[in-house]
T-cell receptor, first 113, second 113 residues
Framework: DAGVTQSPTHLIKTRGQHVTLRCSPI?????VSWYQQVLGQGPQFIFQ???????GRGNFPDRFSARQFPNYSSELNVNALLLGDSALYLC????????????FGPGTRLTVT | AQSVSQHNHHVILSEAASLELGCNYS??????LFWYVQYPGQHLQLLLK??????LVKGIKGFEAEFIKSKFSFNLRKPSVQWSDTAEYFC???????????FGTGTRLQVFP
């Protein structure tokens, strides 16, 4: 079975631009969560979606938004990019609403210049 | 706020040495506990998990962890490490109240032959 997939693998953007990251969960998983991992730190929770509804939000500004589609894939959008948004963005999927056992994708490496 | 502390940032061992990585969390309610591993160039993988029951849990590749509720700890152990255990290890906690998976800052383990 395919694991969690994310696209693109790498991305370079300039300050002020907008970016969209994509995630496809494991087949049968209805919950998708997004994390930001800055070098030298653990992943930081951004959003969780279950059945297309937002179930949780971390401490990130409104420039960050996400959505989940009927096929349970998800997009993370970041507007007005800042240098500090440079990070590895991870997507994880799980079976249940609470997301208690999550499986991670390879991530998208975003560099903002 | 809920937090996870990993005391060892960088651990260097020789093959066959024993390993113990510390993890403490701050939340006092019911929690689920996880250890994730990130091998060089690979994505985060679930190493083991504790939901309930026997506080000594066994994971993949000979790893185990012990949940000590009174100490708010979930330390990871392995009796004899191998060079292939070189990786970054993350402790994570999800509480029944918030449903947010909170990660520690990670421990980088280097094992030399």
């Amino acid at each position: 079975d395919a694991g969690v997939t994310q696209s693109p693998t790498h991305l370079i953007k300039t300050r002020g631009q907008h970016v969209t990251l994509r995630c496809s969960p494991i087949s049968g998983h209805k919950s998708v969560s997004w994390y930001q991992q800055v070098l030298g730190q653990g992943p930081q929770f951004i959003f969780q979606y279950y059945e297309k509804e937002e179930r949780g939000r971390g401490n990130f500004p409104d420039r960050f938004s996400a959505r989940q589609f009927p096929n349970y894939s998800s997009e993370l959008n970041v507007n007005a990019l800042l240098l500090g948004d440079s990070a590895l963005y991870l997507c994880a999927s799980s079976l249940d609403q609470a997301g208690r056992e999550q499986y991670f994708g390879p991530g998208t490496r975003l560099t903002v210049t | 706020a809920q937090s996870v502390s990993q005391h060892n940032h960088h651990v260097i061992l020789s093959e066959a040495a024993s390993l113990e990585l510390g993890c403490n969390y701050s939340y006092g309610g019911t929690v689920n506990l996880f250890w994730y591993v990130q091998y060089p160039g690979q994505h985060l993988q679930l190493l083991l998990k504790y939901f309930s029951g026997d506080p000594l849990v066994k994971g993949i590749k000979g790893f185990e962890a012990e949940f000590i509720k009174s100490k708010f700890s979930f330390n990871l152990r392995k009796p004899s490490v191998q060079w292939s255990d070189t990786a970054e290890y993350f402790c994570a906690v999800i509480s029944y109240n918030t449903d947010k998976l909170i990660f520690g800052t990670g421990t980088r383990l280097q094992v030399f032959p």
